[in-house]
């Protein structure tokens, strides 16, 4: 998906995959933070993600792949886990020759509010 312009746009990759399976919202609450390519290893790329990491649970690297920060390594771990499930939900679903209907925007809502999620926009 980091090679699709579609989901580099700010927030869309966090709302496609926040409604896919409520467990998103919980796991990366704040949702995913883009970071455009840059070379492997480089200041420019470790710069990038550094400022997303501030505002976002998991940032994806165009062409690259994932960083998540947690309280433990297991919590990192968790929350790529969880929106690599999703992504491949959504993934499959295209696969199948159809667009996914995911949540709407009121389920996701919900579940914030059952669960007293943080209320950040995909952004």
């Known amino acids: 998906m980091s090679h699709i312009k579609r989901f580099l746009r700010p927030g869309e990759m966090t709302r496609v995959l926040w409604s896919m399976i409520p467990e998103t919202l919980a796991f990366a609450p704040l949702g995913i933070g883009i970071v ?4 492997p290893g480089s200041m420019e790329l470790a710069d990038a993600t550094l400022e997303q ?4 649970d998991v940032v994806l ?3 690259h792949g994932t960083v998540a920060v947690g309280q433990d390594i297991m ?3 968790d929350q790529t ?3 690599c499930k999703a992504a491949n939900i959504y993934m ?3 696969a199948m020759g159809s ?3 995911g949540m709407t925007d009121a389920a996701m809502q919900e579940v914030q509010e059952v669960f007293r ?6 952004c």
């Open 61 to 63: 690297w165009e062409k």
């Open 53 to 56: 990491i501030k505002h976002h």
């Open 81 to 83: 886990d969880v929106l």
């Open 75 to 77: 919590d990192a771990f």
């Open 117 to 122: 999620l943080p209320k950040k926009r995909p």
């Open 36 to 39: 455009p390519y840059a070379l």
């Open 92 to 94: 499959c679903a295209r």
């Open 99 to 101: 667009e996914p209907d």
